[in-house]
């Protein structure tokens, strides 16, 4: 893929080049050969973090279907199943024909489908490619007659596998009682295009859900669970296994809890979609993982830990008034939906040979659109020029902000181009 | 510009193609064509904003430099240019380079430069292209130091232009008092590659201000007014014109109200800067304009009006409990900085021709990073499948979600692919 300088963090007096060619450009972010801002994946802790995710996974034995939400980025999904991913897990039709542009070839879709232009090329996949799997999600006899009216025109001779979707009052979608799952489940099985190969709940939008009120997300679990085994009692599950799927990147721990080792008619698959563990984050997840580890024996006796691998860099552009610093990174560059990020490094260009970790005292207070306001304490030594090292909060709302981020070496020297699509 | 399948609303089975022929696809939204969801720009409500605003600046003897931040679209910046603007405001790097590789030979930057690599392209852009003029901020001793040692580098026989930034206390950036606009200023004037062309400031994000508090917003007016006489009185600006530049999209009647007619030593340019005019929106400025038009009678009388071109449509994809439908949109899709989506239309494929306005009582409550939770009443003939079109508030941060956003006539055909570049 060719990057020049209309792609964000490419410097201006640059030519075009091969986005696989950025290592030799010798481009080193503290020797400030590139414009800020800039969104930096430090290599060797997404390393960590797919370490960590992949013995836990191998210790719990599950398997993982990442959401590629989080990243759309190819270069990561291939890293992924390269590493054991199952599967991608991905929402839009958008995002289905990203992952099989890239040669994604077991895609779950965690939502249902009601777009004819989905439907279509899902369809038209299946029915081309026997090498692709896809599931998706049903939470209604509408929904299922949608889907199975639409894809029955391109399917061929393939079935088209759909999860039925539990979800909580109050929450987002899935049904709402067992009832409306088994009548989702036979209106699937009377289909002639579609097979039922399992449930799926998402606990991370169960209403009251919290890191300290844990207790939604065990009820909602022990939901499924119920639900799972009352379909199999029923012979609902078509194939040579059942997919018993939930789990973000908050609670996945107690999805093992709850739903490991659950006994079936036929051999069961636990899929985690946590899709934030790769990046990880400074403040959301550090402390959903803080939590998890508490709670979690395997994921505390598990080798290493996550970490955050994303960071933004920013310059100092002012200090209209003591103890205010404005930085060239705003609402286009940062996530601001869960928490606004937080300074954690410093580094002054032609003084220092490593950034450093900032002291206490420094707070983001607001963004713009391409502004932060920093607030800082009195007596700091920062001047205009320094720049900032931003740790963020949900890093998909971070990804989504960039075209391209810059894989770097713990010296900050450019490696990768990481290439999204949004 | 090729678009392909990984290009968020382009359907799965279309081959790849130059977006310049998009109109030739015959692709029709509510024939349901592409994929949802779809950020559209309907083309009549376009050219209509542009007319206003043309009209307005005309009527007023002033210089509009859009805000080109709001779109990065370079279709919409020589649309911008052709409709006679003077020039196209940026903030960054990037987006510089973007307009460059775009033909935009104006630019003023509402920033101070102290990125290296910025200085450094925009001092090669500078010295390479005699037709390229260029101006940006400078609000410190040490910001103008930066600039001064860094631009000398590759500039050549040019100046570097500058404008002195006037803030406000408490606020972003900017000088806090009429003494120090004036060091900056002799400071830019001591320079050998500096050359200062005028006074700038950002009604904007003056602390306190609202469309019924503007007391705060004319205070700081009458400082810039009182700097700009004292610098003029003192010798200061070079060049045949003085530029003076204020005018988000919130206020700027009352910059042409506090600062129009000066009587300086030179011609004056008076330069508004909004860059939401030309998508508009449904609440921030539609609440702002209405405001303006209150006030200004100038703004009452200008033919025609600004009026919302921006759409996102979705689908249904769940309704699972009475009153509640969760669309297929999300936080990926739509603002959610300044307020929540409001649901302006309805269309349901198969049955209805145009989509018809939403009665009272439906509300986006909450925004997932690919859902939005709508809350619709009792009774209301609302079922799953059926399209949603969403107005949206602050088009900034919905035009950074899209890739491409798709202009359509009235009748939903699509006409143009708008690329953006963020």
Redesign the interface.
């Known amino acids: 893929m060719e990057l020049?300088?209309?792609?964000?963090?490419?410097?201006?007096?640059s030519d075009t080049f091969d986005s696989a060619d950025i290592a030799g450009k010798g481009w080193n972010v503290l020797r400030?050969?590139?414009?800020?801002?800039l969104a930096l994946l430090r290599e060797t802790t997404l390393d960590g973090n797919a370490a960590w995710m992949r013995a836990f996974c191998e210790n719990s034995g599950v398997s993982l279907a990442p959401h590629g939400?989080t990243t759309m980025c190819p270069q990561l999904f291939q890293r992924q199943i390269a590493d054991g991913a199952w599967a991608i897990t991905l929402?839009?039709?958008?995002q289905?024909?990203?992952a099989?542009?890239n040669g994604i070839n077991r895609i779950l879709v965690a939502?249902?489908l009601?777009?004819?232009?989905?439907i279509?090329?899902?369809a038209?996949?299946l029915a081309t490619d026997a090498g692709f799997d896809f599931l998706c999600l049903v939470?209604?006899i509408?929904?299922v007659e949608?889907l199975d009216a639409r894809a029955k025109q391109r399917l061929g001779a393939r079935r088209l596998g759909v999860l039925v979707e539990i979800?909580a009052?109050?929450?987002?979608?899935?049904?709402?009682s067992t009832q409306e799952a088994f009548a989702v489940a036979r209106a699937v099985k009377a289909s002639s295009v579609l097979e039922l190969r399992g449930i799926e709940g998402f606990e991370g939008?169960v209403p009251g859900a919290t890191s300290t009120n844990i207790g939604p997300v065990e009820r909602f679990l022990d939901a499924i669970r119920e639900s799972v085994l009352a379909a199999d009692a029923e012979g609902l599950f078509t194939g040579d296994e059942i997919v018993l799927s939930a789990g973000g990147s908050s609670y996945f721990d107690l999805v093992i809890d709850r739903l490991a080792g659950i006994e079936l008619s036929k051999p069961v698959r636990l899929v985690l979609r946590s899709g934030c563990y790769i990046a990880h984050d400074d403040i959301l997840y550090t402390d959903h993982f803080a939590h998890i580890r508490k709670r979690s024996e395997r994921a505390s006796h598990t080798h290493g830990r996550l970490a955050p691998a994303i960071e933004v860099f920013a310059?100092?552009?002012?200090?209209?008034?003591a103890g205010l610093a404005?930085l060239?990174a705003g609402?286009?560059d940062l996530s601001?939906?869960a928490h606004l990020p937080v300074p954690r490094k410093h580094f002054r260009?032609g003084r220092d040979t490593a950034p450093a970790e900032l002291a206490a005292g420094y707070k983001i207070e607001a963004l713009?659109?391409?502004?932060a306001?920093m607030r800082f304490p009195e007596g700091a030594d920062l001047?205009?020029?320094d720049i900032i090292g931003l740790g963020i909060s949900h890093p998909?709302?971070t990804f989504?902000?960039w075209?391209v981020l810059y894989g770097v070496d713990d010296d900050y020297n450019v490696v990768t181009a990481y290439k999204t699509?949004?």
């Open positions: 020049d300088r209309r792609t964000k963090g490419i410097p201006g007096l400030q050969d590139m414009p800020l801002p939400k929402s839009t039709a958008h289905v024909q990203v099989r542009e939502n249902q009601v777009d004819p232009a989905f279509d090329y899902v038209d996949q939470d209604s509408a929904g949608i979800g009052a109050g929450g987002r979608t899935g049904v709402r939008s310059y100092v552009q002012s200090i209209p008034e404005l060239t609402k286009r601001y939906d260009p713009n659109d391409q502004h306001y001047r205009i020029g998909c709302t989504d902000k075209d699509f949004f």
